[in-house]
């Protein structure tokens, strides 16, 4: 698949992984359609690079509904929308918070892939990646919303990625581990309020799990898209690309 001209719809990129995916396409020739819950920043953000921005909050089928409308076949989706939710156990966690989660990781990604599914169909050809997590192959406490999710999101991908193959189309998704910037900031923050240490000492406790004792950068995931989206990778589909240092 070469980039110039062709369309990707990227959710959740007014910042972190998501931003430096649109900007890293944007560069590449893609028409980047970007989206985000935050209208003033996604939108700033796809003035400068000349991208379309739409607000979409992934836990709503309507907007998740008109994000699509008008655009035309879509050649790459990158389902990128998430949310942390609590950190707590799960005998604390009230029904909604579960529900939100759930709506935003893993039903978003499901309606989003709906909505590009016929363009592709109808193109024979097409690229999805599925933003899981590291946390999408192992237990963690107090995190069963966000884990939960993360799991399921790779039955999507393998279930859809086994459906759509006779159709020219792809499905991957990737694992991030401890990826630099505000998520993991917030989620660093919220160990730390619940266990009483400081950010530092969290963040430390955090990356001890990963091998290579390092934040993943973001700029390593969007390489990872661009390449699954590649005619390099016409014959990876139904995968689970773990970018995570080796967390365990």
Known sequence: MTASGRLVVITASAAGIGLVVARRLAADGW????SDIDGARGAAEARALGAEFRTCDCGDPDQ???????????????????????????????????????????????????????????????????MSSVAGKLGWPNRAPYVASKWAILGLTATLAREVAAHGIRVNAILPGTVRGERIDRIVRGYAERDGMTNAAAEAALLAHQATNRFVEPEEIAATVVFLASDGAKSITGQFISVDGAFQ
């Open 64 to 130: 998740i509904a008109a994000l699509f409308a008008g655009l035309g076949p879509v050649d790459l989706l990158v389902n990128n929308a998430g949310i942390s939710g609590p950190t707590l156990p799960v005998a604390e966690i009230a029904l909604a918070e579960w529900q939100r989660v759930l709506d935003v990781n893993l039903t978003g990604q499901f309606l989003a892939a709906q909505q590009a599914l016929p363009g592709m169909i109808a193109a024979r050809s097409g690229v999805i990646v599925n």
């Open 31 to 34: 028409r980047v359609v970007m």
